[in-house]
């Protein structure tokens, strides 16, 4: 992918998120070029490391969940009011979609299920 050239007196005019790609990329020239030494040191590199060598985690069990009751009645509160518009929404979605089905295959009206109440 081709990189977007800009010109120098241009920078403080880029975008927030070209102006950061402009920073990792100089970043990373200049660690490329700080990494690799001009020399090589005598080391012995030790490989030997086993997928055993990690410590294993500690086990946790929740006990307790310490939340007060007010404030998680209102939050189940507000739940059910933030679903009310989705609910209506979905209703929505789903009658226009029956419609629109029932236009181009009116055969469709046949296999309808009729719910009845019966009168007491």
Known sequence: ?????????????????????????????????????????????????????????????????DVPFFRLMLFFIKAVFAAIPALLLLGVLLWLAGDLLMTYFPHLVKMQIIIKVPNP
Do not use: K
């Open 1 to 65: 992918m081709a990189d977007p050239q800009f010109s120098s007196t241009a920078d403080d005019d880029l975008p927030r998120t070209l102006r950061r790609e402009r920073d990792a990329r100089q970043r990373e020239a200049l660690g490329r070029s700080l990494d690799a030494p001009s020399y090589r040191a005598n080391e012995t590199a030790d490989y030997a490391h086993g997928p055993f060598d990690q410590p294993t985690p500690e086990r946790v069990t929740v006990g307790r969940i």
